[in-house]
């Protein structure tokens, strides 16, 4: 049985309520003993691989205790991890993990190449499922309309492919919402809300790599649909829908009109349906989600990082009442915290997926780092993230950073903050958590809101007689003037313009407040290694048009995200060419 069908069948609303409300009771109850299930789960893990080449190499079967874990594994990257995953994936067994893969995870393209994530079953039913039944529990729980129809949810990172590309050793090599867990896993209650609507297997084919092409579909149909909620997980996606609407707002409605999908016959042409969208353009000019779907109650995404300031203003283009629940603190890799209520951002740490170790987020990784265990963990402090799994992957250095919220239940709250690398031109070691903490504080001291925003280390001045950049060569246009030291540009596509006088004050504030979140960057300011920051402002829609630009590559849409830091001269040219408003 297939994904988009197992909705259909009898019965299947009241499981897989059952399922996802025992799956968020069981965490909650495991806050009671946070250091025994920690402890339990170091068993069960070098128990079960303490045979495997790298248990025998790290002598997993001697490690009893958290210390004599840190004593045998040194803190690890993917980079560590690659060279028996590789094996792995060419056919090897028995080298990571006693249970052979049953597919591999990509990453989500946040550091570059692909990586290859290797999902066993044991990993699936001990580290993954638990936490993924329970992340959905808050929607369903307050906005039970989201189960009442197959189609009332517009689910944005299902995608399925009929053919994935595989690795050396025949599985399948996708991203996590391309994998049907029932049919791989046995897990035929794994299936999202919003899996089974008419969009979620498209009738019509499209080019592989054409993902504009099939987000159009969707929407086309969803168009038809009395959505209540829609998920997105990467909330770039999710700010995609305003843009999409009226950029493809013509060809929808004649296709409404025509009953057409991507040109070909479909169903009954809907007249009405088509008159009555053509009055919303009419009366309001610019479509908003909330004109086409007036019941809509909930979007569900990551609510932090870069999102965290664009959110609320997005928030109401789907309706003034429409609630933004977070999506699971989570990598390809596993799960770190999972939301049990409707806490705006934080989820609670999932104790009894993986043995979780933090470094503080200040310093840098190291095979040797000194980590502290959840029960360490302080409230208002960031960390790095290290987690080890039955899965095969041993103190693990996932490179994302969370803060603690506060403690629930004994148990910490975590949100995402950002990525664990730095940027540092002149010694100020500028992290995204605290660029985007520094960014709410400017905004917030002059009443401003903005739609997206990315920056960038503009450089010093070359020597007199130096070429320029390769970009503004290859563009054929002349250098823009350098400071004389180096500096953060800042590319902001303000919610309403901003006034020359908001822009002025705006930047000074962002200076004070980047200086306020990172000592490193109040030295190098105060000792003139770095320049005052400087703001360009972009057009409303310049972050929407780059947003499609990287999906028109080809990149899949659940992999193009939100990004902070951008050195790329092509990217960066790509965004910032836009009209400036």
Not at 208 to 220: Q, S
Request: hydrophobic share 40%; with cysteine.
């Amino acid at each position: 049985m297939n994904v988009s069908s197992v909705w259909h069948t009898p019965g299947h609303t009241g499981r897989y309520r059952e399922r996802v409300f025992a799956a968020r009771d069981r965490l909650a109850a495991e806050h009671a003993d946070l250091r025994g299930v920690q402890q339990r789960v170091l068993t069960d893990l070098v128990g079960f691989n303490a045979s495997t080449g790298f248990g025998r190499r790290h002598g997993l079967g001697r490690v009893l205790t958290v210390d004599d874990f840190r004593e045998s594994v040194p803190v690890r990257t993917y980079a560590d991890h690659a060279p028996l995953i590789e094996r792995t994936a060419a056919g090897e067994r028995n080298l990571l993990s006693a249970d052979a893969p049953a597919v591999y995870f990509t990453s989500s393209g946040s550091t570059g190449a692909h990586k290859k994530v290797p999902v066993t079953p044991r990993f699936m039913s001990t580290t993954f499922m638990p936490f993924y039944f329970a992340a959905w529990a808050p929607l369903i729980e307050h906005f039970p309309e989201v189960l009442e129809r197959p189609d009332a949810v517009l689910n944005l990172k299902h995608d399925p492919l009929a053919a994935p590309p595989v690795t050396g050793d025949g599985r399948p090599h996708v991203g996590a919402s391309q994998v049907d867990f029932g049919a791989r896993f046995g897990e035929p209650l794994s299936a999202e809300p919003g899996t089974g609507a008419p969009w979620a297997t498209l009738a019509v084919p499209t080019e592989p790599g054409d993902h504009l092409e099939r987000a159009y579909l969707r929407l086309r149909l969803a168009v038809q649909s009395d959505l209540r909620a829609l998920i997105g997980i990467n909330p770039a996606m999710i700010a995609a829908v305003p843009y999409q609407l009226n950029l493809w707002w013509s060809r929808i409605v004649k296709e409404v009109r025509d009953g057409t999908l991507g040109g070909l016959p479909y169903r009954e042409p809907d007249p009405g349906r088509a008159a009555e969208l053509e009055r919303l353009a009419e009366y309001f000019g610019t479509v908003r989600p909330a004109h086409v779907w007036p019941r809509l109650r909930a979007l569900f995404c990551w609510t932090t990082g870069v999102a965290s300031l664009y959110l609320p203003a997005l928030r109401e283009e789907f309706g003034p009442g429409v609630a933004v629940l977070p999506a699971p603190v989570a990598a390809s890799e596993g799960p770190v915290g999972v939301a049990l209520d409707r806490h705006a951002s934080a989820g609670s740490l999932v104790a009894s997926a993986s043995v979780y170790e933090f470094v503080p987020a200040d310093q840098d990784l190291a095979p040797d780092s000194a980590t502290l265990l959840p029960h360490e963990l302080e409230a208002g402090h960031d960390y790095h993230v290290i987690f080890s799994h039955v899965g095969g992957l041993y103190r693990y250095a996932v490179g994302d950073v969370v803060r603690v919220v506060d403690t629930v239940g004994g148990v910490p709250r975590m949100e995402y903050a950002g990525r664990g690398g730095r940027s540092d031109a002149a010694g100020e070691r500028l992290r995204d958590a605290e660029v985007v903490r520094a960014l709410h504080t400017a905004l917030d001291s002059g009443g401003l809101a903005l739609r997206n925003v990315a920056c960038r280390v503009e450089p010093a001045a070359a020597p007199a007689g130096a070429p320029a950049s390769p970009a503004a060569s290859a563009a054929g246009r002349p250098a823009a003037a350098a400071p004389a030291a180096p500096r953060y540009v800042f590319a902001i596509s303000p919610r309403t313009p901003w006034h020359e006088r908001e822009s002025a004050r705006f930047t000074a504030a962002l200076d004070g407040s980047l200086a306020a979140q990172s000592p490193g960057y109040a030295r190098a300011r105060s000792a003139g290694r770095l320049g005052a920051p400087a703001v360009r402002l972009l057009d409303a829609e310049a972050f929407d048009r780059d947003w499609h630009g990287a999906v028109a590559t080809g990149i899949r849409p659940t992999q193009v995200k939100d990004r902070l830091f951008r050195q790329d001269d092509a990217l960066w040219d790509r965004l910032t060419t836009a009209p400036r408003c």
